[in-house]
């Protein structure tokens, strides 16, 4: 292997990279500007539905409401998101048109429970609604408060017509204090969604090159005129293996620096629309979560590179590379499954799991915890890993149906017929020798 052929190789690799098109999409347009567009969107459009649903009327009938509380339906009749309908007379109908999705709630007034029935004009009151439809639901909302802000009022003056002071009604309150700061708050937020992001987007930054560098070239007939230059095979796919890993540490880096800068200008004015103050969340990076998350960045985009390109190489079509690398695109996703709870921290079991144990060191770095016995663990199973998947390339690359294409089949197929077989070969040959003797 001749690190000088590798060198000039890497450069040539990556100087058409950065001429197609999809790969400048997908490794340099979508991290950088992913995160802008998907916080843009997804917040506007929360704040857009909260908008519409607070505009829109909910539609009730009210049955049997008691003379004694005319102010409660004065109340819910000034309200200019309720509409109340006078054509219904009894719940049967009431529930038919309810179910049919022409009424969202179905308000019944009836008479106390016997234990409360000593309170003179005391009622109770029955909401019909349907909690699958959020408009439905909304109008339970709605009509519950309501009630419930008559009914202390109206307890309130009960208790002052009965002489009972306020300090012998209130046996107890509830008092909160959060005592998590700004700054928790957006490390939550951040210790969430920058290790999804980033293992997702390194993946994503080594799919494209690792599909282009192996099928891609088998598909433009190049793959066996690229073997035959001066440089050695190893050196060939070594270059190629740098230049898919370098793409993906790329795309990870793009991606955290621009939700870096737009996750704060984004949410701000969204929590301000809201009602809150602009600081309500404060975003801060420890100085030693950047060292930590750049080494888990090369490390999951070696690892990456080095799957993706040996589960391509066996496709003969762009379109195939995509369908085989699916299992490490899988892999990828096991950030979701880690949830967001801030109190889970990487284990001796976690960080033996590849991919998961990154995303869960990144996230401790985020919040502060370096627990480093752990993260040596976690890097020296993701190197483990990418020795085995070098080891395999090359194994690949002294077989020749693999390098001239002529196998037909998975890497899957593959490894059953040439290590399976040949297992089942020796035992038939050993065999064969026993009964010889």
């Known amino acids: 292997m001749d690190w000088s052929d590798i060198w000039v190789l890497y450069r040539h690799e990556l ?3 950065f001429r197609d098109r999809t790969i400048v999409m997908n490794g340099i347009l979508v991290p950088v500007f992913m995160y802008p567009i998907m916080l843009w969107v997804m917040f506007t459009g929360i704040v857009f539905v909260m908008g519409q649903m607070e505009r829109e009327s909910s539609r009730l009938v009210i049955l049997d409401p008691p003379s004694a509380h005319s102010a409660l339906i004065d109340t819910l009749e000034a309200q200019t998101n309720l509409e109340i309908r006078e054509d219904v007379v009894n719940a049967d109908s009431g529930m038919v048109l309810l179910r049919a999705g022409e009424l969202d709630a179905l308000v019944e007034f009836l008479p106390p429970a016997a234990e409360a029935s000593d309170l003179d004009d005391n009622f109770q009151v029955l909401i019909r609604y349907d909690r699958a439809v959020g408009r439905s639901n909304q109008a339970s909302n709605r009509v519950e408060s309501a009630v419930a802000a008559y009914r202390s009022e109206w307890l309130t003056q009960q208790a ?3 002489g009972i002071a306020e300090i ?3 046996q107890f309150r509830i008092v909160e204090d959060n005592v998590s700061t700004d700054e928790q708050i ?3 937020l951040m210790g969430f969604m ?5 293992v997702l987007m390194i993946a994503l930054g080594c799919l494209m090159p690792a599909i282009d560098s192996t099928a891609g070239e088998r598909e433009r007939s190049t793959w066996e005129t690229l073997m035959t230059v001066s440089a050695s095979r190893l050196s060939v796919v070594t270059a190629k293996y740098f230049y898919v890993a370098t793409l ?6 793009l991606n955290v620096l621009a939700m870096f800068a737009s996750i704060g200008a984004i949410i701000g004015p ?3 629309d809201l009602g809150e103050s602009a600081n309500a969340i404060q975003f801060s990076l420890p100085l030693l979560a950047l060292p930590v998350m750049i080494v888990a960045a090369i490390a999951l985009a070696l690892f990456f590179a080095a799957a993706m390109m040996i589960l391509a190489a066996f496709a003969r079509t762009f379109k195939d590379g995509q369908a085989m690398v699916g299992p490490v695109m899988m892999l990828a996703m096991a950030p979701i499954f880690l949830g967001q709870q801030t109190d889970q921290t990487l284990t001796p079991v976690v960080a033996a799991i590849p991919v998961a144990n990154a995303a869960m060191m990144i996230r401790d770095a985020i919040n502060g915890v370096f627990l480093w016995p752990l993260i040596a663990e976690t890097l020296a199973v993701l190197l483990a890993m990418v020795t085995v998947c070098l080891l395999i390339a090359r194994a690949l690359l002294k077989t020749e149906d693999f390098l001239l294409g002529s196998f037909d089949g998975s890497f899957w197929r593959f490894a059953k017929e040439r290590v399976l077989g040949r297992k089942q070969v020796d035992g038939n040959m050993a065999d064969t020798g026993v009964r010889g003797n």
Do not use: K
Request: charged letters at 15%.
């Open 15 to 17: 100087r058409s990279a």
């Open 160 to 162: 002052s017509a009965l």
């Open 168 to 170: 012998d009604r209130e």
């Open 186 to 188: 957006g490390t939550l």
């Open 194 to 198: 920058i290790p999804m992001f980033l």
């Open 248 to 253: 993906g540490i790329l795309a990870g880096v």
């Open 270 to 272: 969204l929590i301000m």
